[in-house]
């Protein structure tokens, strides 16, 4: 069982990443997402690289099945039991708009007004209790939207995160009543401050658990049936891995799952290379992913709205998104303007050139026109040919003609357009957060990120770029390489001059045990386990809070007592860092406590996938006309796997390999790393 399985099921394509450990070999494979139901192709994709599943330790998977079913409003009839008086806090959300301007905005909330129940209950803001559960009133509202069809409950207390005695004794009566395991309960899934971001997260929570814990009971299953044996997790949004019964029972932690995966992997990959500072581009079927990691670190998020009015309090990953992927369709609109997304041709149809039904083109069809992608050897393993023909057909038909551009024309600016909708991407996670772009070397993955990293470096001014060995499957790799992490969070609302440290190291230490609990409950070896404690604090006074790191020492799995000392000194250091100065005589309330208990798990050795031997000539397998700016260059192809440690490439070139292809433009050079990524920069002069 020495093998280790990576699965990320992307709009258009699943990536398989298989690692034997025991012969330091990898393998890779990208087979078509299946849709509705998208365990087929995960299966495929294993399929496709495994014949016996007994030989496999432990199989990992990145799903946006949760993601989907959020982005599509596909999840499950669910039903809300809350407290008298706060039946629409989910629609009331912080009085927001859709739309900034305007007096209208439609929003629906993903539970009907009808399926909205209060009971008589209440506890107050320092956790008293004023009005004990109405137990009746519980059953009887349970009952009621069972019969109206719902899968799944929530029950959303007004200031359980204080005390969660009234949610509890709810929680306890409707489960003994429910069909099925899916009632969430918000004291459990978010207890902390701040009523609607609470009520959000655990209604979604209760949104995706049918269609998520079903999805990965099917291939858990499966995997079972075919002879597996070993360990299956799910990557969270935060970038660990966690058991599929953690999963199916907080599916709203899976809600960037993965992008996070491939963000964790470049991080990785960047370090073993040498490079601290990156920006990740995932560019796939449908969408174009972007992150920052600094000096080493990604960003963690506490909060993200997956869509307007979905909000999500769960630390995630900050990934940035927009609607640009291969299969993103080009479109004129009214007034002549010429857009790219957000909808997608996805795997079926697929862009014009699959031939299977699309006559609209995509982002993949102008490159396929312009000559970057071979149109012999298409990715995935599906189609045995693109059709370059009907590719530019479509691109004169709906760009070309509306905008008076012939057809190679049109394929340049559906190029533009697309790579200056990556570019402002890039900005946002760079330029506008005060980091600067030129620090940082970009790493372009997923199947289609590497043909676009020569207008990433030209448009926003990075110096260099790094490909991965297999960057189509990247984050199927970071499947791989993830840690396991659990992450907990608890409202303290106190200030720092009473504050009781006795009650706040109880507290980390029950989620210190909850964690390791959950560890040691894993079939993986770890090669070290950590513990990190974060507070978030203000002045008194302030709204927003900072980021307080708080170092604590563990010993013997005993967590020490802080001081309040410790945690003012902690606090001005974090604050003077984010904002410059200190506020005199202010003072300080802690308002949450974050914990993080992470088990580290063996990552292999990069340097396996080096190629060995070889030599550039015979890893070149030819050239052709390859359309750049406004003329045709004749341009080198490259099998890039069989190219040596330490050949350079100067561009124009190609680098083909099964997952994706590689595109040094003209005044590009390629250079091949200890590790087989491809270090790409500018030509001297």
């Known amino acids: 069982m020495s093998r280790m399985i990576g699965v990320d099921v992307g709009g258009t394509f699943t990536d398989v990443f298989v690692l034997d450990e025991a012969r330091g070999t990898a393998e890779v494979a990208k087979v078509p997402t299946t849709r509705p139901d998208q365990s087929g192709g995960f299966l495929d994709g294993i399929r496709a690289r495994v014949d016996d599943l007994a030989s496999v330790g432990v199989v990992v998977h990145g799903t946006t099945a949760g993601t989907n079913a959020l982005l599509e409003r596909k999840g499950a009839m669910i039903g809300v039991i809350t407290t008298e008086g706060l039946g629409d806090v989910l629609e009331m959300r912080r009085r927001d708009r859709p739309r900034t301007w305007g007096l209208r905005g439609d929003f629906t909330p993903v539970v009907p007004r009808n399926l909205r129940r209060e009971v008589p209950e209440r506890v107050l803001a320092d956790g008293t209790i004023r009005v004990p559960v109405d137990i009746a009133a519980v059953k009887e509202a349970a009952r009621s939207l069972l019969a109206e069809g719902c899968s799944a409950i929530a029950v959303l207390f007004a200031n359980a995160y204080a005390n969660g005695e009234n949610e509890a004794r709810a929680v306890d009566a409707i489960r003994a009543l429910w069909p099925n395991p899916h009632v969430s309960s918000s004291a459990e899934i978010l207890p902390e401050i701040r009523e609607f971001e609470r009520f959000s997260t655990t209604a979604l ?285 608890q409202t303290i609302n106190g200030l720092t001059s009473g504050l009781d440290t006795e009650t706040l190291q109880a507290t980390m230490q029950s989620h210190v045990d909850d964690g390791l609990a959950l560890l040691d409950a894993a079939q993986t070896t770890f090669e070290a386990r950590d513990v990190v404690f974060e507070l978030d604090m203000a002045y008194v006074g302030q709204t927003h809070t900072v980021a307080v790191p708080l170092p604590v020492t563990l010993e013997n799995g005993k967590v020490a007592t802080p001081t309040i000392a410790e945690i003012d000194a902690a606090f001005d250091a974090a604050y003077r860092a984010t904002y410059g100065r200190l506020l005199d005589k202010g003072a300080r309330r802690v308002m949450n406590l974050r914990s993080a208990v992470i088990g580290r798990r063996p990552k292999f050795d990069l340097s396996s996938l080096a190629p060995e031997g070889g030599d550039i000539e015979t890893a070149r397998t030819g050239s052709r006309d390859v359309h750049f700016g406004d003329a045709w260059f004749d341009t080198a192809i490259y099998d890039r796997l069989a190219l040596p440690v330490g050949a350079e490439i100067d561009g124009p070139a190609i680098l083909v390999q099964p997952d994706t292809t590689v595109l040094i433009d003209p005044d590009l050079k390629g250079r091949i790393d200890p590790f087989g990524n491809t270090i790409i920069t500018r030509k001297e002069g």
Not at 237 to 247: F, R, Y
Not at 394 to 415: K, S, T, W
Request: overall charge negative.
């Open 205 to 489: 929570n209760a949104y995706l658990q049918p269609e998520v814990s079903g999805y990965l009971d099917r291939l858990d299953t499966a995997l079972k049936d075919g002879g597996f044996t070993g360990e299956f997790m799910i990557v969270q949004s935060n970038g660990g891995v966690m058991g599929t019964d953690t999963a199916c029972a907080r599916p709203i932690r899976t809600a960037l799952s993965g992008p996070a995966a491939g963000v964790i992997a470049a991080g990785h990959i960047a370090q073993t290379a040498g490079f601290d500072h990156i920006i990740t581009g995932d560019m796939g079927g449908t969408s174009f992913d972007v992150a920052l990691i600094a000096d080493g670190q990604t960003m963690l998020s506490p909060q993200t709205a997956i869509d307007f009015g979905m909000v999500v309090r769960t630390p995630m990953i900050e990934i940035t998104t927009i609607g640009a992927g291969g299969g993103s369709i080009a479109w004129v609109d009214k007034g002549g303007l010429l857009n790219i997304g957000p909808e997608s041709a996805g795997s079926t149809p697929g862009p014009v050139a699959y031939g299977q039904g699309n006559t609209r083109p995509t982002v993949t069809d102008a490159n396929v026109v312009l000559g970057r992608i071979d149109p012999d050897n298409p990715i995935g393993g599906k189609l045995d040919r693109l059709d370059v023909e009907a590719a530019g057909a479509a691109i004169e038909e709906h760009v070309g003609a509306p905008l008076g551009l012939d057809r190679l024309a049109a394929a340049e600016a559906i190029l533009r357009v697309a790579n200056s909708r990556m570019a402002g991407a890039i900005r946002l996670v760079s330029i506008e957060r005060g980091f600067d772009p030129k620090r940082f070397a970009f790493m372009p993955f997923g199947g289609g990120g590497a043909l676009h990293t020569g207008a990433m470096l030209k448009e926003v001014g990075i110096g260099q770029a790094i490909v991965p060995r297999y960057p189509g499957v990247t984050s199927a790799m970071g499947c791989v390489i993830a840690d396991m992490r659990q992450d907990f969070v």
